[in-house]
């Protein structure tokens, strides 16, 4: 007979458990990125938009409205009591409106984007506006030519 004298090889048993090592160590790096993350996502500014059917904003007779308009070209111009500035940057838009609101009680602002202006852009325009001491930013729409 063969094989009497030999002894039989040792089959290996099949490893049956799994290094979780790495998988812990991605785990905390992406709850690390999550944790970073997550505060940027839930920054904005607070808007409340107009609806084609809403009543127009009823504004304090005595107070002139402050109203910044922007142009098809991304120019601001400010709007105080019927006069209006030249064009301006973002950062003088802030400065002179920063300026009326320190003397004012009422922090409301009334912006006029041309619709052809990127959303961006007025976006930025709404967030120097808030952190110039606009309580209150308002969009100003024309209503539908041919309402239903």
Same mark, same amino acid.
């Given at each position: ?6 002894? @039989?090889?040792?089959k290996?048993?099949?490893? *049956?458990?799994? /290094? ?9 790096? %992406? ?5 970073? $993350? &997550? ?12 609806? #084609? $059917? *809403?009543e @127009?904003?009823? =504004?304090?007779?005595?107070v ?7 142009? #098809? ?10 006069? $209006? =500035? /030249? @064009?301006?940057?973002?950062?003088? !838009? ?7 609101l =320190? ?7 009334? !912006?006029?984007?041309?619709?052809? !202006?990127?959303? +961006?852009?007025?976006?930025? %325009?709404? &967030?120097? %506006?808030? =952190?110039? +001491?606009?309580?209150? !930013?308002? %969009?100003?729409?024309d209503?539908?030519a /041919?309402?239903?």
């Open positions: 007979m063969k094989g009497m004298g030999m002894m @039989p090889q040792q290996r048993k099949p490893m *049956s458990e799994i /290094n979780v090592v790495p998988y812990i160590d991605v785990m905390l790096v %992406l709850l690390v990125i999550f944790m970073v $993350t &997550a505060p940027m996502l839930t920054q904005g500014v607070k808007v409340e938009l107009p609806e #084609t $059917t *809403s @127009p904003i009823q =504004s304090d007779k005595d002139e409205s402050i109203i910044v308009s922007i142009d #098809t070209n991304g120019a601001y111009y400010l709007e105080v009591g019927g006069e $209006t =500035s /030249n @064009p301006m940057d973002l950062a003088q !838009v802030r400065e002179q409106v920063a300026r009326i =320190s003397q004012r009680t009422q922090g409301e602002v009334l !912006v006029r984007g041309d619709e052809h !202006v990127e959303y +961006g852009t007025v976006v930025r %325009l709404m &967030a120097e %506006l808030q =952190s110039a +001491g606009a309580t209150g !930013v308002g %969009l100003i729409t209503p539908p /041919n309402p239903k």
